[in-house]
């Protein structure tokens, strides 16, 4: 007979239970909560007594609605701070006495500026929440759309002109993710410029606001759309790789953008996310409607290397094309280091052929292939075969590309003219200007203003013609410059600020509607380097170029930056001959590896490679792909920095645990110190590993196989010496 007592526990264990096979996303009507559940992690918000949505948690998976409370607006401070300021509103629109970074700014056609926004209805469907808001005066609708993905929020939001007068949206926000309330919170955000992209900074959060932002009409070089922020563990010691908190977020946009990371008097901390405030101004016609980017937000509990492959298994599984069962990148060569300009039909056969005896198995041919274009001042938008390189047109080389065994790649830049081009000659009005005011060239290119209708379908029709008429399975989609004067006259003065959204808006649907038309194409995304890697890009492309800076020691850096909030697989990572950026040079096998543990791609000049050389390449390209899998879309643990020391250190270990992959790079040995011992990650310890490392010398333990409490508490130490010293060690579950 069951006693009372156990029947409680029984349905306390039931309604645990229940809880954890709840709803990814509900509403808890008695108390006019939302709640949305990842993986890991609880984020709610709610209906306050003003009907107006508040933000009410976000952090740690919480099991347990019984425990969450309605949400009230907060008390206002004094008369300076109202309850506008004061509130954490989930998508405040700016209005009333609110002093802090709003979701929404409009004007109305009657001069009216002021906007608050209150609860109209929401729809649930399984993992989508949608929740209509409206101004209480204007018919001014906004919804907000959420998605919850098993690690991951997504939030946008769509702005409705539904009133009978035209409406200015002068601030479009994608949402707003809130911390809990506190001080002496971190950030972290990657940094840059031209040749040194993704270099990771962290800084204590203080109060006022620090805006990270791209004003240049694509992502940049400069910052990267993505934040973390840590919480101060005990003894005021933040997150490292495996422990604490950190709450990341990502947006969708590859035009200009922009973070307000707040620290209010009222210790909210906030990151404001969405469409660049900067020279913006989006008119809204009566039943016009203007969508936001998407803002991803998740959190880990287990630090930032947690919040990484988080983010990097989110891209793969649901923002990348081909979703977690793509295949794994190709082993790339491209011209562009070896010939720059100087591309032509025998040169290219040359480099391919050679390129295909290492095991290369896609071969892309970069810049100078069209027009009169033998440096770069000259032929950007005239996109035929330059007749004097390729006399018989492309399909020569591709032919033998193919019968080499390798698919074939073509460089293009879609958005943009040089002013010595048939091109600008015949459509001079086609290039982003002001009227009558002086045209900044850089690299001696205009950019053409691909917000105007005409000249999105001139791109499609000439990228769908060159794709269509020859075997070209991959393009590099290059974008050299950023956006300077940006005017639209043919938009008329009231739309032309537009260009701000529609210009990137044209770029994705061209990249759209090419891919659907060709399937087994696709897409690097290349801007002067890493200057356009964002997920609203990668949603469309397969990868990115990294940065222009292939020198092996800058590129550890890059790599680690780029590794906090994209997957190795998009990583496009070259090996390039020496010496490189900053003089340097470092061995090819200290280059092949850094350029391993991404997608590896070869931008040598194979003619100047000695038999040595294309013995190691060869040797290093048949061992990328035995492990490319597990680089690509495995789980990544970052051992040791580049920031830190002497050595870096990177693991990564196959999504079934079965295999894993160190790398070891020494930069430059002092004092004769041997390097520091090497603990791995992500293993089982009670499994046994075989262990083989390219050099068996190195491995000071001389082990062939280990235990995985071997390999995690005492570590490996490999004898690396001297300067640029690099190994890679295979481990594979052998029991
Ligand atoms: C910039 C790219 O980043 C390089 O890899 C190369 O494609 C050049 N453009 C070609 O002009």
Not at 252 to 267: A, D, I, M, N
Request: charge should be negative; proline fraction near 5%; hydrophobic fraction near 35%.
């Amino acid at each position: 007979m069951i006693k009372s007592r156990q029947l409680s526990r029984l349905g306390a264990l039931l309604a645990c239970v229940s809880a954890f096979a709840a709803d990814p996303v509900r509403y808890l009507s008695d108390k006019k909560l939302f709640v949305l559940d990842t993986a890991n992690a609880t984020y709610v918000f709610g209906l306050n007594e003003r009907n107006q949505l508040q933000h009410a948690y976000w952090g740690k998976k919480l099991w347990r609605d019984a425990d969450l409370a309605s949400v009230h607006s907060a008390a206002e401070w004094a008369s300076f701070d109202g309850s506008a300021s004061t509130t954490p509103g989930e998508y405040p629109g700016w209005g009333s006495n609110m002093y802090t970074e709003p979701c929404l700014k409009v004007t109305l056609a009657d001069g009216n500026r002021d906007l608050v926004l209150t609860y109209v209805s929401h729809e649930i469907h399984g993992d989508t929440l949608v929740v209509v808001t409206k101004d209480i005066q204007y018919n001014l609708v906004v919804t907000l759309h959420y998605h919850v993905y098993p690690g991951v929020i997504e939030k946008h939001s769509v702005i409705e002109n539904k009133t009978t007068q035209p409406v200015t949206v002068e601030s479009a926000q994608a949402g707003v993710w809130y911390v809990p309330p506190g001080d002496g919170y971190r950030l972290s955000y990657l940094n840059g410029r031209w040749a040194g992209e993704t270099q990771l900074v962290q800084e204590e959060i203080h109060p006022g606001v620090k805006v990270l932002e791209s004003r240049r009409g694509t992502t940049s070089h400069q910052t990267n759309p993505w934040f973390a922020i840590d919480a101060p563990q005990g003894g005021g010691t933040y997150a490292d790789q495996e422990h604490g908190r950190v709450w990341f977020g990502a947006l969708g946009w590859s035009g200009s953008w922009k973070f307000s990371v707040e620290q209010t008097p009222h210790q909210q901390v906030r990151v404001t996310g969405g469409y660049n405030t900067f020279d913006f101004g989006y008119p809204l016609q009566p039943g016009e409607q203007l969508e936001t980017p998407a803002f991803y937000g998740g959190f880990s509990d287990h630090g930032f290397g947690e919040a990484s492959r988080m983010l990097h298994h989110f891209a793969r599984e649901f923002i990348l094309p081909g979703g977690v069962s793509a295949k794994p990148r190709p082993v790339l060569y491209n011209s562009w280091e070896a010939t720059e300009f100087k591309v032509d039909e025998p040169g290219q056969k040359v480099l391919a052929e050679k390129a295909a005896k290492i095991g290369v198995e896609r071969f892309v041919m970069d810049d100078g292939w069209f027009g009169a274009r033998n440096d770069d001042h000259a032929g950007l938008g005239d996109w035929y075969v330059n007749p004097r390189k390729f006399p018989n047109g492309l399909q020569p080389l591709i032919q033998y590309v193919n019968g080499l065994g390798m698919d074939f790649g073509i460089w293009v830049e879609p958005e943009m003219v040089n002013p010595n081009s048939d091109l600008y000659r015949k459509h001079p009005d086609w290039a982003m200007n002001f009227p009558g005011r002086p045209r900044t060239e850089a690299r001696h290119q205009l950019i053409l203003n691909m917000a105007r209708d005409d000249v999105k379908e001139y791109t499609f029709a000439w990228l769908d013609k060159l794709v269509s008429e020859n075997n070209i399975t991959f393009l590099k989609w290059d974008m050299n410059r950023n956006f300077s004067e940006p005017g639209w006259p043919e938009a008329g003065p009231a739309n032309e600020k537009k260009i701000w959204v529609q210009y990137t808006r044209n770029v994705y649907e061209i990249i759209d509607r090419l891919r659907v038309k060709h399937p087994k194409l696709e897409i690097e995304s290349c801007s002067g380097g890493g200057g356009r890697i964002d997920l609203g890009i990668l949603k469309r492309v397969d990868e990115v170029w990294t940065s222009d800076n292939t020198e092996a020691l800058d590129r550890l850096r890059i790599q680690e930056g780029f590794s906090y909030a994209y997957p190795a697989q998009a990583m496009m990572a070259w090996v390039t001959d020496v010496p490189n950026f900053n003089g340097r040079s470092t061995p090819l096998q200290f280059r092949f590896l850094v350029a391993m543990m991404g997608s590896l791609g070869i931008g040598n000049n194979l003619n100047k490679w000695t038999g040595e050389d294309f013995a190691l390449a060869t040797r290093m390209i048949a061992h990328y792909k035995s492990i490319r899998r597990t680089v690509q879309q495995g789980k990544l643990y970052r051992l040791f920095s580049p920031h830190e020391g002497e050595l870096t250190a990177n693991q990564y270990v196959s999504e079934d645990g079965k295999q894993s992959v160190l790398f070891a790079f020494l930069h430059s040995q002092q004092y004769g110190r041997p390097a520091p011992t090497i603990h791995l990650r992500g293993l089982d310890e009670n499994g046994v590993y075989r262990i083989t490392a390219l050099d068996p010398n190195k491995l000071a333990e001389k082990l062939t196989t280990a235990s995985g409490a071997f390999l995690q508490n005492h570590g490996l130490d490999v004898l690396l010496v001297g300067d640029y010293d690099s190994e890679s060690i295979l481990i594979e579950r052998a029991e």
